[in-house]
Nanobody, 122 residues
Framework: VQLQAFGGGLVQAGGSLRLSCAAS????????MGWFRQAPGKEREFVAA????????YYADSVKGRFTISRDNAKNTVYLQMNSLKPGDTAVYYC????????????????WGQGTKVTVSS
């Protein structure tokens, strides 16, 4: 599976962005998908995850109520709608695929996209 994330950019605090992650391969619909982010000088951290059927969704506490993860298996794409953005959301955002299930654990993910940068100005 190859993943390509896009949709990042510069936005003012309080604004919105929608990230997309396009996947190649016919097995996308079986994979759990996650979004992670890495701010400068910090470790990569979990943001949100969704299982194959969209029946199980997880969010980090820091984004709960502001971010929404979703997927369209027909389009092999997973989305991250980000609202009420804060300067603390500034990071490179990565999408990832989990062959086995869905998890908040970064080490459970098998495939990674290249990342898209999100900058939130105050």
């Amino acid at each position: 599976v190859q993943l390509q994330a896009f949709g990042g950019g510069l936005v003012q605090a309080g604004g919105s962005l929608r990230l997309s992650c396009a996947a190649s391969g016919r097995t996308f619909s079986r994979y759990g998908m996650g979004w992670f982010r890495q701010a400068p000088g910090k470790e990569r951290e979990f943001v949100a995850a969704i299982n194959w059927s969209s029946g199980i969704i997880y969010y980090a506490d820091s984004v709960k109520g502001r971010f929404t993860i979703s997927r369209d298996n027909a389009k092999n794409t997973v989305y991250l709608q980000m609202n009420s953005l804060k300067p603390g959301d500034t990071a490179v955002y990565y999408c990832a695929a989990d062959r086995d299930y869905v998890s908040k654990n970064i080490h459970e993910y098998d495939y990674w996209g290249q990342g898209t940068k999100v900058t939130v100005s105050s």
